[in-house]
């Protein structure tokens, strides 16, 4: 019942499909040509979008796909990054912990990431390195903020759980747009967590925590004075 509550207001305030769309036009030559990333969007993830509801989508590429979910929040761009920089997102996703492990050789940010998986799996951990994209802030006049990471080389030096499998590789971002009046959010991710946990599995998977993941990032940003 909350979830549908939060949908039904978020949709009254939300852009129509068509202004989402053309917000994004605006923008989508630049973030591809600056993120690296070849995003698309179509109309029906923006119908979906304009409802109050995650727009989810799934590109397919050589290795692991990368999971995408892009959603809008009557919150400032300001609050949603704020919210996001915050990196600790154990209250965003159940059953991943997190921890703040200062600095990079560098200069980015480094956070040791846990994972719980099911019986009989073993559960996998990872540290990334987190950087913002200024070039990308720069070049949109600081519309389009971009934060990025990719799997860190350096380990945690005592681990909370010496069992878990390290994993081979994760990459990602946080996109955020200014749009009409607060913010269009993109969340990707890609990842291998290795062993015998299959990449189709993990996909699957990040798909599936999306709405949990957004929706707490747009409520998080609203508790934000």
Known sequence: MLLVLLIVTRALGAPTATELEAIWAE???LIGQKSGADITLSAAEFRTIAKGEIAKRRTRQDGPDTAIGIGWTAESKDKVWVSIIDDIHNTMVSSLSEERL?????????????LKLPWPFQNRHWVIEIRNNVEMATASQGKVWERVWA????????????????VPMIDGAW????????????????TTIGGVVPDEVVTRWALSTLDEMLENLFNRAGEIS
């Open 27 to 29: 923008h989508a030559s």
């Open 151 to 166: 799997l860190s080389d350096q380990r945690a030096a005592t681990p909370a759980d010496a069992a878990a499998l390290w």
């Open 175 to 190: 996109l955020t747009i200014d749009a009409a009046g607060g913010t269009l959010v993109v969340y990707r991710a890609r």
């Open 102 to 114: 200062g600095l990079s050789k560098t200069g980015g940010k480094l956070l040791y990431q846990h």
